[in-house]
RNA sequence: GCGGGUGUAGCUCAGGGGUUAGAGCGCCUCACUGUGGCUGAGGAGGCCGUGGGUUCGAGACCCAUCAUCCGCCCCA
């Protein structure tokens, strides 16, 4: 009880460690068949980057970095989401020169310096996507048809996807223009730090849970209407493919995401067995982000998925995958077998069968009880008696039946069941 | 960053100033000396989160601190 972890880290069993894993490999399998290759870590987890991360992209308070200073007083800020470090990473290994299309895949820990709750931690992981290359609809659809396919094959439930566009340059401006007269009368009354903010990104209004703001924004035309014809065309492409692609979505007019490099389509995934912890995602397209972290000018669209927050609505659902029991457990009838146990368990893992065993000789009560509570299927019992015969009595403890197996024959006989 | 709840056995929790801190589940042993699950009996396991204070006496009350959970804020 003396230790304690870390604020706003988790204690992991052996047992989520393996969902997690699990996650992983389903993750990776999935976009592998989109055509998806994975950034390995050193690539781009690079401290520098990490720094540069928090001025450049972002205009969200800084006390949501994970910032520090280091042993040279340099400040450091662990980076707080994957998008701008993978496309850092892509920009300067040169991964995708103008005129070709770059997926990339990438699994990283990511930094908040948030008040950690449920489903929110100080060092949550995220899986990301991102296609880069393309300005066309496809690309929109391709990055939100992927998210879903990995959600289902992950067994979240009655997931949906809300969708929004939110335009370009222009339209934004005119929106952002119409939501601050819309919201004049209230914004008088607001402390000076909260109208600087608020005047950077006004399309924030639009989910906020201040009542007094949604009434104001109750006669807000839809952003809809200020956009212009080519989103609109492209707004209505996406839905058509993601119809023809049978993923569930809804129009979500209040869906802008925080960040500002977002450009046109944006999305989250949600499920209805999360409640009020938020989406599953967010991602969209920044036709941007390239340029201004000083790459070409290149359209992408990606993802960013919580891992945390996948598994626990996996979790909530009972759909975990189950750590795999193992094959055998071998249980020594009095210490005179013991020793002859250890080499007939090294015996079976060559034959790649998992094996377990006590590590001490004790009664086959307590052996056996061991093997019953591990979930094998098959219990190994050598003795005295089995060893002078050249046998061993293998118990099928689901059946409670019992078969005498010659010794030579134990691992054939267990993997022909 | 703001407000609130909770820290007692491996787990879930009871005990709200007064002997030696409890329960259920789990674990171990035995009944059954070479056969699991069920039953019964017995047993092990506690810096009562940490530090200070009040008191004859603190697991309990007060202060601080750390951790954790829930709102808010924010959500890449």
Redesign the pocket.
């Known amino acids: ?2 230790f ?8 992991v069993l052996p047992s989520d460690s393996y969902k997690w894993l699990h996650l992983e490999a389903t993750f990776r399998d999935l976009v592998s068949l989109y055509g998806y290759e994975e950034i390995r870590t050193p690539t781009f987890e690079d401290t520098e980057l990490f720094t540069r ?1 928090a001025g450049e ?2 205009d ?2 800084t ?3 994970y910032s520090f200073l280091d042993k040279g007083d340099r400040s450091i800020t662990l980076k ?4 701008a470090p993978a496309i850092r990473a892509l920009i300067q290994h040169n991964l995708c020169p103008p005129g070709t299309v770059t997926r990339l895949s990438y699994i990283t820990p ?1 930094f ?10 100080r060092e949550p992981h ?1 899986f990301g996507l991102e296609l880069v290359g393309s300005s066309a609809a496809t690309a929109d659809a391709e990055v939100i048809e992927v998210t879903v396919r990995f959600f289902e094959a992950a067994g979240v439930p009655d997931l949906f996807v809300l969708l929004n566009s939110i335009g370009r340059e222009a339209c934004r401006q005119g929106y952002s223009e119409a939501i601050l007269r819309f919201t004049a009368s209230f914004m008088a009354d607001q402390p000076e730090e909260f109208r600087a ?1 608020v005047n950077k ?1 006004p399309l ?1 209004f639009l ?4 009542e007094a703001i949604q009434v104001l924004l109750k006669e807000l035309p839809p952003i809809s209407e200020f956009w212009e014809e080519d989103t609109r065309a492209r707004f209505d492409r996406v839905q058509k493919l993601l119809t023809a692609a049978e993923v569930p979505y809804r129009l979500a007019p209040e869906i ?4 500002d490099y ?1 450009t046109e389509t944006v999305f ?1 995934v949600h499920s209805s067995y999360l ?5 599953l ?3 969209g397209r920044y036709d941007n982000l390239i340029k201004e972290l000083g790459g070409s000018d290149l359209p992408s669209v990606g993802v ?1 998925i919580g891992v945390e927050r996948t598994l626990m609505v996996v979790e909530e659902v009972g759909k975990n995958p189950q750590v795999p029991a193992p094959d055998v457990f071998i ?1 020594a ?2 210490a005179e ?1 013991f020793e002859a146990c250890h080499a007939m368990a090294r015996e079976l893992r060559n034959g790649r069968l998992k094996t377990l065993m006590d590590l001490e000789p ?5 052996q ?6 591990a979930g094998v299927r098959f ?1 190994a ?6 060893m002078a015969k050249g046998v061993v ?1 293998v ?8 078969h005498e197996v010659p010794s030579v024959g134990v691992v054939d006989w267990l993997k022909t069941r």
Do not use: H, W
Not at 4 to 11: C, E, K, S, V
Not at 80 to 83: H, K, L, V, Y
Not at 112 to 121: A, I, L, S, T, V
């Open positions: 009880m003396r304690q972890a870390p604020r706003g880290t988790q204690d991360t992209t972002s969200i308070v006390k949501q970095m707080p989401e994957g998008t990511v908040r310096y948030e008040r950690p709750q449920k489903g929110r931690f995220q903010k990104n924030r989910d906020s849970k201040d802008v995401r925080g960040l977002y989250e409640g009020s912890q938020s989406a995602c967010g991602g960013g249980v009838a009095g077998a004790r009664s086959m009560k307590a056996l009880r061991q093997a019953d509570k219990a019992i050598l003795g005295e008696d089995e009595q118990r099928d403890l689901l059946k409670g039946e019992q």
